[in-house]
């Protein structure tokens, strides 16, 4: 594939963002880290508003991972009772916004009122084109596992056939990573999806991260030349 062809490609569909920096943002400002968390939530409010304008067809977007239970208690009921109130809250929006919902990770472990809150959000977005992919209780290695597991039942396991399988199936194929806070690892997130996917680390605490930056990453983006290991 030519260098042209790969410019002419390289406009991001599917962009998914490892949101990192709310205790960090709450501890300078002198804050609770569930402020921070608070601040976090309206940041994701913010930028689900602006994937319609950017032209994306898929968000993703890390809220709770599988190794985030291991925070203290509160933190977890903390982040628990913001997943709530955002289902109940921005629902409406979504639904009236061509949004739909997608979960990716194991989320029929969360409490049963959030899996009920989850599973009507699913229903009632189900007709929506642009997609809001949210990872909770995700790991990637847990996904890959499962995926090859299925993959095995059914017969040859394949890149192909473990794609199929994957929590993210029927999603684009992932374009860019963005990761806040100025931390420079994937910390267990759509590792297979990451193949072929640019990357882009901003310092930007998550609470402050805003649809404009999301534009530069896309910005910067634009600007890569693609090679998928051919040159
Ligand atoms: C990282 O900040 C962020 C998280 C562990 C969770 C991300 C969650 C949100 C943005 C809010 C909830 C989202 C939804 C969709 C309801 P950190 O606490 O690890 O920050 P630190 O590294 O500065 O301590």
């Not at 990573?177 to 420079?184: A, C, K, P, Y």
Request: charged share 30%.
């Amino acid at each position: 594939m030519s260098t042209e062809s790969n410019r002419a490609r390289s406009k991001a569909r599917h962009v998914a963002i490892i949101m990192d920096g709310n205790g960090r943002w709450a501890k300078r400002k002198h804050l609770p880290r569930a402020m921070g968390h608070q601040r976090g939530v309206e940041a994701v409010r913010k930028l689900v508003r602006a994937v319609e304008p950017m032209g994306l067809d898929c968000l993703t977007l890390y809220a709770f991972s599988s190794e985030n239970w291991k925070r203290p208690e509160e933190e977890v009921d903390d982040l628990m009772n913001l997943l709530r109130k955002f289902i109940k809250s921005d629902l409406p929006e979504f639904v009236a916004n061509d949004v739909r919902l997608k979960i990716i990770g194991d989320y029929k472990a969360l409490a049963p009122d959030i899996v009920a809150q989850l599973e009507d959000a699913l229903e009632k977005t189900s007709q929506g084109s642009r997609i809001l992919a949210v990872a909770l209780n995700y790991g990637s290695q847990d996904e890959i596992v499962r995926a090859a597991r299925h993959a095995a039942d059914e017969g040859e396991v394949t890149a192909d056939s473990i794609e199929r399988h994957l929590d993210t199936a029927g999603l684009p194929p992932l374009d860019l990573l963005i990761r806040t806070s100025g931390e420079v690892r994937l910390s267990n997130f759509l590792l297979w999806q990451c193949a072929y996917a640019e990357m882009v680390f901003v310092d930007t605490l998550w609470p402050d991260f805003t649809p404009e930056h999301l534009q530069q990453a896309l910005d910067d983006f634009a600007s890569r030349e693609r090679r998928y290991g051919g040159r």
